[in-house]
């Protein structure tokens, strides 16, 4: 692989790992969900926009079938979560995320079980050349990229948002202003999987393979690490902080070439320091890259 190769498959990946970190951000830095289970959306929205595409629908109808998929059970398994506090929260959507994975790894008549579906068309290929193709790719998972960066945006700077933020704190101010709190919680968990579902649908298309062993539940891991590197409640943040944990994710993959050391220890060692790296911030820098930037009210008047 070429520098320019291996460039744009790194900004490839961390356009779709951004869309995915500024998913959970809406859901967790805004909202204050905290979704451990959000791998199951990014599944989701992979098998989802590869059946449809391969069944004959067009890959935009896909990338829209895959977010209304994700969007859907997102919605559903907020339903008797809603009113659960943060850590049964956090362990009904990882249960979700495994049963999910479980289900595409053992069925046999939709998507070949383990052995996973291959060959997934992508998106204009017969306009371009095997050289060119990837940049076209990077070019449209920019554009993607930028729709869920501004939606997501304009979102939270809404009085929809505005409730996201008082939520987060607790639960009193909200229900004292007369909101649902239980209603705004399944609708942000229904909207970030949307969105993880689009980054799945980005992602199947470019590899053009996928099976349940993409989506293992360390992938949540790494997007919550990019959520807390980034900064949580900032969509930049989230954007900086996949970028920041992808270069080294995927650079770091070729350090066996220069470094006497087995590919299976590398691994290891890698995710031991993206653990180590969010507990840094964690302890030093909490608030990550670029923290939120909460907006001050001054009340004016004469007196």
């Known amino acids: 692989m070429g520098v320019l190769s291996f460039l744009i498959y790194l900004s490839i990946m961390t356009g779709i790992y951004a869309i995915l970190s500024l998913s959970l951000n809406f859901q967790y830095g805004f909202a204050g969900l905290v979704n451990f289970g959000h791998v199951a959306f990014f599944c989701i929205g992979a098998y989802a926009s590869t ?3 391969m069944g004959g629908v067009p890959f935009l109808a896909g990338v829209l079938g895959a977010m209304i998929f994700a969007g859907i059970f997102g919605f559903l398994i907020s339903i008797p979560t809603a009113g659960l506090k ?3 929260w956090a362990i009904v959507t990882i249960a979700a995320a495994e049963i999910v994975r479980l289900f595409f790894l053992n069925e046999a008549w939709l998507a070949e ?6 060959g997934i068309p992508q998106p204009l290929r017969a306009l ?3 050289s060119t193709y990837p940049a076209f790719y990077l070019g449209m998972v920019l554009v993607f990229l930028g729709i869920t960066y501004f939606a997501l945006r304009l979102l939270t700077r809404s009085p929809f948002g505005r409730v996201l933020k008082a939520m987060r704190e607790g639960d009193d101010l909200p229900r004292a202003f007369g909101k649902n709190v239980l209603r705004f919680r399944m609708k942000s968990m229904a909207i970030g999987a949307a969105f993880a579902g689009l980054a799945g649908s980005l992602f199947a298309h470019y590899i053009t393979f996928i099976c349940p062993w993409n989506f293992m539940p360390i992938e949540t891991f790494i997007i919550w690490a990019m959520v807390v590197v980034g900064g949580q409640g900032n969509h930049l943040g989230a954007i900086a902080g996949a970028a920041m944990i992808q270069v080294f ?4 993959r070729f350090a066996k070439d220069y470094i ?3 590919a299976e220890l590398l691994a290891s060692l890698r995710m031991v320091i993206i653990g180590l790296l969010v507990v840094l911030f964690m302890i030093f820098r909490r608030k990550g890259l670029l923290g939120e930037k909460k907006r001050s009210y001054r009340l004016s008047g004469e007196g």
């Open 128 to 130: 371009f050349s095997t």
């Open 113 to 118: 079980g383990a052995f996973g579906i291959r």
């Open 51 to 53: 059946l449809l595409v």
């Open 249 to 252: 994710y995927v650079s770091t």
């Open 86 to 88: 943060e850590d049964y």
């Open 260 to 262: 006497p050391i087995e």
